[in-house]
């Protein structure tokens, strides 16, 4: 029996580059022994994404698509994809082409001599601008010394988990996710492979400056307490340092010698001040984290699916089940999967 390879793909606004995408994964797997699904999770695009992915859903019977209620980001509609796979491994990628399908057949003949996790390392594109290259690269220096984990300067969203990994992340519970940490963290048998990324074929890069330093937060609070104890000797280091300060005010009260410099005063005050509100910036990240996670919500909300969590596969508001139609109609409503009629 032929093993299943199921792939993730998070779209936003990605109405060409879907039907590109699905042309070039049909093209890679049609003379490869294994059978495949592409899981399309929507987050909540604007455009004909959505769609074009139920077009897709029609013509090919391994096309199945996730549409959140809104935009819910990136991490959390890989989340939703790998809830949803049910392959032996499932490979996860970005729908802009810049991950190239033609590297899938190295990362399962990888998985296949042993290796639970095949992730792969972006090689440096010198066409992207200068300041996105050095803040990416700053990014996982910082994470490197910060964090307890280790993660390789590249490192990307394109890689292979093994139906064992898949289950491990399936179930978390993390409200705050950055999956690039989470599968180092899990350990197991891993390997990286360098890849020259290619050129985005159509739309916009999604990730903004802003999105990317929101990514690092996120990374650094998630896998290390360092901040807070960077916070704590930084409090300690400046209370020793003023207490040198102390003989000279002692000095200046016995031999009674003015103590000038207002300006001085208030330009420590000011520092002193920016570094309190810093360090209580600081905790306010983690006790933000500890408050999201004891709300409990759900990471995502989906809209509109055609794929159940059993693996069950919604086409035309028929549900088929091992590809045979059970004679019943439903419909999703409100996240639920809801019989109409008997037919």
Partial sequence: MKKLVSIVVPVYNEQENVIRLNDALQRVFEPLPYNFNVIFVDDGSSDATLDNLKRLSLVYDNIRFISFSRNFGHQAALKAGLDM?????????????????????LLIEKW?????????????DPTQPYMKRKT??????????????KIEKGAADFRLLDRVVVNVLRNMQENDLFFRGL???????????????????????????????????RGFTSFSTRPLYAATYLGFAFALLSSLY?????????????????ASIIVTIAFFGGVQLMI?????????????????????LVRESNVMKDGSLLRENYLIEQNSIVKERYIIKDNKLVREKVL
């Fill in 112 to 124: 296949e001599a042993g290796y639970e996790v095949v992730y792969t390392i972006r090689k440096e």
């Fill in 85 to 105: 796979a049910d392959g032996d491994c499932v490979i996860s990628m970005d729908g802009d082409m810049q991950h190239p399908p033609a590297l899938i057949p």
């Fill in 246 to 262: 102390v003989p000279y005010v002692i000095f200046s009260l016995v031999f009674e010698h003015p103590i000038s410099g207002w």
């Fill in 136 to 149: 990416s690269n700053l990014f996982y220096s910082l994470m490197n010394r910060v964090s307890d984990i």
């Fill in 183 to 217: 599968v180092k963290w899990t350990g197991y048998k891993q390997l990286g492979i360098e890849y020259v990324p290619e050129q985005r074929s159509s739309g916009e890069s999604k990730y903004t400056y802003k999105k990317m330093i929101g990514l690092a937060v």
């Fill in 280 to 300: 209580l910036g600081i905790i306010g990240l983690y006790l933000g984290k500890l408050f999201s996670q004891s709300k409990q919500r759900p990471v995502y």
